[in-house]
T-cell receptor
Framework: EAGVTQSPTHLIKTRGQQVTLRCSPI?????VYWYQQALGLGLQFLLW???????NRGNFPPRFSGRQFPNYSSELNVNALELEDSALYLC??????????FGNGTRLTVT | GIQVEQSPPDLILQEGANSTLRCNFS?????LQWFHQNPWGQLINLFY???GTKQNGRLSATTVATERYSLLYISSSQTTDSGVYFC???????????FGKGITLSVRP
């Protein structure tokens, strides 16, 4: 069984640019979660999608957005990038109220 | 929201030693998971343990839900056990997994 896959693995962007990160869940999983892990700040919850709908959102500005597609894959979009957006972005998938399984992450560097 | 506290924040062991990592949480939980984050950033599922005791090789975990804590035991530690260990809990209200700050484990040869 394939795990959660994320792309790209690494990304370098300039302040003010926009970025799209992608996540494919484990087959059969309907929930997708996004987390940000900035240096020294731990894992911060960003977004949760289930069955195509946004179910919950963390304490992040509106320039962080995303969506979930009918095949349950998901995108995370970040507009107007700032230096402090540099982080490891982790995607996880699960069935509702079941263990979360994480992908390997996308490491974003903003210069 | 729920608070998750892990202790100790840092741990240094000699290879072969045993250790206990603790996770306290402030409210009832539906789900508790332990993860190991390796130096490359990969988060590896160790245990899904909202209550009771589980064992997997040299690792075992116990959650006492009524007293709001969980323990992760590592026996005969190896250098490959190094990394950060996270406890994460999920409450019923909004199905958001809340992470503790992690325990950084260094196992020296």
């Amino acid at each position: 069984e394939a795990g959660v896959t994320q792309s790209p693995t690494h990304l370098i962007k300039t302040r003010g640019q926009q970025v799209t990160l992608r996540c494919s869940p484990i087959s059969g999983h309907t929930s997708v979660y996004w987390y940000q892990q900035a240096l020294g700040l731990g894992l911060q919850f960003l977004l949760w999608y289930d069955e195509g709908e946004e179910r919950n959102r963390g304490n992040f500005p509106p320039r962080f957005s995303g969506r979930q597609f009918p095949n349950y894959s998901s995108e995370l979009n970040v507009n107007a990038l700032e230096l402090e957006d540099s982080a490891l972005y982790l995607c996880a998938s699960s069935l509702l109220n079941s263990p979360l399984h994480f992908g390997n992450g996308t490491r974003l560097t903003v210069t | 929201g729920i608070q998750v506290e892990q202790s100790p924040p840092d741990l240094i062991l000699q290879e072969g030693a045993n250790s206990t990592l603790r996770c306290n949480f402030s409210d009832s939980v539906n789900n508790l998971q332990w993860f190991h984050q390796n130096p490359w950033g990969q988060l590896i599922n160790l245990f899904y343990i909202p209550s009771g005791t589980k064992q997997n090789g040299r690792l075992s975990a116990t959650t006492v839900a009524t007293e709001r804590y969980s323990l992760l035991y590592i026996s005969s530690s190896q250098t490959t056990d190094s990394g950060v260990y996270f406890c994460a809990v999920l409450t019923g209200a909004n199905s958001k997994l809340t992470f503790g700050k992690g325990i950084t484990l260094s196992v020296r040869p």
